[in-house]
């Protein structure tokens, strides 16, 4: 068996009733009986990652369209991340990835070519994405 099915087992028996999605890369994956699930709902592909474990899955990029989908068909989702083998229920994943994105935007502005109405428009652009993430809660 994979490290990563050993993993879905493990969390699998903690809670069984929670869709488990691995940030592998630039994908999300489900395995076993959760991609069964996805791939009944979305019409995702199922592959095989053994023999016997099937998994199916979405780009990262597509992670906004399908958060919302899995709103509205009340799926409990939950996410790990592998890399730092780290859990997220869903919106705290949402927020943690704003965050991330709410901070890489400031870090990358150039304050010295900015307007004084850039600028004030900038400010105003942070303070409505720190609002949205605030109602991620």
Partial sequence: MSKLYNTYLALKKQDSQTIYLFKSGIF????????YTLSNIFHFK???LTDTVVKCGFPCSSFTKYSNLFKVHHLPIKIIELENNTTYCFNEYKQNQSIIELLESISS???NHLSITEAYQWIEDV????SDIRNLT
Wanted: proline share 0%; net charge neutral.
């Fill in 109 to 111: 502005v150039d304050i």
């Fill in 28 to 35: 999300f994956l489900a395995l076993d009986k959760d991609a």
């Fill in 46 to 48: 199922l592959g095989n």
């Fill in 127 to 130: 303070k409505n994405k720190v």
